[in-house]
């Protein structure tokens, strides 16, 4: 069964899977973006370079929670929390289509 099948909203307020892949790969291209241009960008001194290490290291991890999201889309469980199985509100994937879990779960795991 797929999550779309187990989700309790209307057809109007549930996201198919085209939708949520749409997403996704615009997340991904947004962050592919973002990633190249940091490793393009001229070095500045240290603090300069710690801050674009940093902001490649939550990119790479962005990138890492949206493929693992496309891998959850394509095993049918994308759309439900990993860690109570309720579904994620789709107004949550909507702003956030690669979010394992749904905010109660999310604010547990600190």
Known sequence: MS??????????????AHEARQRLEHERNSRLAQ????????????EADDL???????LKLA????EAAFGRLDGGSYG??????????????EILPYARCCVPCQQRAG
């Open 3 to 16: 999550w779309e099948t187990t989700r309790s909203a209307s057809a109007a307020e549930r996201m198919n």
């Open 63 to 66: 990138l890492k929670d949206i």
């Open 52 to 58: 674009l290490s940093a902001q490649k290291t939550a």
């Open 80 to 93: 439900s929390c990993e860690d109570c199985a309720k579904p994620i509100p789709v107004e949550r994937l």
């Open 35 to 46: 990633l190249r241009a940091i490793e393009e960008s001229a070095n500045g001194g240290q």
